[in-house]
């Protein structure tokens, strides 16, 4: 059984930048392919990436492209999102996620295993 456990979230001023976390465990991340996504309140949930393990791609969302970044250290069993430029609009729960198949084909796929979130508030 996989379990995702995110890390990281925080209050950041506008223009600031965080790193978030998503350990896993369960499954080394060479099996899994590993999602980002974040809702803010009453809105509805927002695809921010994801990593395919099965044909190796990198999947952004328009509006993250060159904000946001994925990155991965296989040892820890953990993926990073390196977030900067950050705007009050970006304020949300950030959550890792993973289908069931070591593959996606964009950042909305159907996950399957989901972590708790972590809040990420941008204000002054």
């Known amino acids: 059984q996989l379990m995702l456990v995110e890390s990281g979230g925080g209050l950041v001023q506008p223009g600031g930048s965080l790193r978030l976390s998503c350990a896993a465990s369960?499954?080394?991340?060479?099996?899994?392919?590993i999602a980002w996504f974040r809702q803010a309140p009453g809105k509805e949930r927002e695809g921010i990436s994801c990593?395919?393990?099965?044909?190796?791609?990198?999947y952004y969302a328009d509006a993250m492209k060159g904000r946001f970044t994925v990155s991965e250290d296989k040892a820890k069993n953990t993926v990073y999102l390196q977030m900067n430029g950050l705007k009050p609009e970006d304020t949300a729960v950030y959550y890792c996620?993973?289908?069931?198949?070591?593959?996606?084909?964009?950042?909305?796929?159907?996950?399957?295993?989901w972590g708790q979130g972590t809040q990420v508030t941008v204000s002054s």
């Open positions: 996620a993973a289908p069931r198949l070591s593959l996606c084909t964009g950042v909305n796929d159907d996950m399957y295993f």
């Open positions: 369960g499954l080394p991340l060479d099996r899994i392919a």
């Open positions: 990593i395919s393990r099965s044909d190796d791609m990198t």
